[in-house]
């Protein structure tokens, strides 16, 4: 069984503080995915990470998987009110593979 | 709006009650999913469809049925379902190409208590 581990589980934070989250798993995925989901809705995807060691960047937020393609961190610099929510990270084997969630990280931005 | 919509976003039942949750993407996907999301507990998969047959079941109760009469249309049939059951079902879909995982487009969930 793939467990993705996310940490940490809480995080609140003043605005323009930077911040980062980390999902780690001892198995390898062939892509790791970021997703945010606000309350009453679903998650929505904001990045796919593929390459081992690959660096993407998102305006203010930059994800970064791991170069054995086990692990990834989101960093959110000078983090704003609208960052708040739940974080997600997922990963697959790819194709038509359902996804294996963390737990996710509760983000609160406060003004 | 995501274009995967469900149907209904609330549901109040008892444990003998049968109820069905739709699902309807408008995305031209091939693959449908059915997750469970519960408090202090990951999204958890439950059934894939793809090109309308089952690919998956993870080990869920038969208490849960899931139907897919087309690439559009996802239902799952609950029927003596127990309180433990209550949780945020959401449903998604994607245009796998095979060889990386494609974006999966979740629709907003319907708010499941049993009573």
């Known amino acids: 069984t793939q467990l993705l581990e996310q940490s940490p589980q809480f995080l609140s934070i003043q605005e323009g503080e930077n911040l980062t989250v980390y999902c780690n798993s001892s198995s390898v995925f062939s892509s790791l995915q970021w997703y945010r989901q606000e309350p009453g809705e679903g998650p929505v995807l904001l990045v796919t990470?593929?390459?081992?060691?690959e660096v993407k960047k998102l305006k203010r937020l930059t994800f970064q998987f791991g170069d054995a393609r086990k692990d990834s961190s989101l960093h959110i610099t000078a983090a704003q009110p609208g960052d708040t929510g739940l974080y997600l990270c997922a990963g697959t084997g790819g194709g038509a593979d359902g996804l294996t969630f963390g737990k996710g990280t509760h983000l609160i931005i406060q003004p | 709006e995501t274009g995967v919509t469900q149907t209904p976003r609330h549901l109040v039942m008892g444990m003998t009650n049968k109820k069905s949750l739709k699902c309807e993407q408008h995305l031209g996907h091939n693959a449908m999913y059915w997750y469970k999301q519960s408090a202090k507990k990951p999204l958890e998969l439950m059934f894939v469809?793809?090109?309308?047959?089952?690919?998956e079941n993870n080990s869920v109760p038969s208490r849960f049925s899931p139907e897919c009469p087309n690439s559009s249309h996802l239902f799952l049939h609950l029927h003596t379902l127990q309180p433990e059951d209550s949780a945020l079902y959401l449903c998604?879909?994607?245009?796998?190409?095979?060889?990386?995982?494609?974006?999966?487009?979740f629709g907003p969930g319907t708010r499941l208590l049993v009573l």
């Open positions: 990470v593929v390459t081992g060691g």
């Open positions: 998604a879909s994607s245009s796998p190409n095979g060889l990386v995982q494609e974006t999966q487009y």
């Open positions: 469809y793809n090109f309308k047959e089952q690919t």
